[in-house]
């Protein structure tokens, strides 16, 4: 609900992503549990915590992929998806602005233009990114995002 800003934005096609997320993470939680099981007498607090905060970074790519919406198959790749090194942690953003309407078709020229949080340093595959920019072609009453990507949020 974060990605769209509110429980009432939410789309059933939303529901259905996060239920996606959902069903990889519960799977990945559960090899985690069973590790710890395993290895009871060696894991150190430590490699738990680390392994934990994964999960938690998890979230961020969740809500990227509700911001993006329907606009994630027309770019090249979103923050957290794991295309980088910063892998979900990932602060970048799409920035998107509407560049021309044309109703007589239908649709909307959309600029989306990949920037880097300046609050943080970026990892050496966003760092070539920053300034990328990409046209994309939207439906002339589709709800365009000012961003996709929680910027560190």
Known sequence: MIGKGDHENMTPSDWGRIGAHLKKQ???????????YQKRETISLDAIKA????YADAGNTVATDIQAGDLRGQLSWLPGDSSTVCRQGCC????????????????????ALWSLNPSVESCEDCVPRD???????????YEVPASIGLGGA
């Open 51 to 54: 392994r934990s905060h994964l």
């Open 26 to 36: 519960y799977r990945w939680l559960h090899g985690f549990a069973k590790a710890i």
């Open 131 to 141: 300034g990328h920019t990409e046209m994309l072609v939207v439906p002339i009453g």
């Open 92 to 111: 970048c953003e799409w920035l998107l602005s509407v560049e021309e309407e044309r109703p007589q078709e239908g649709v909307k020229t959309v600029m």
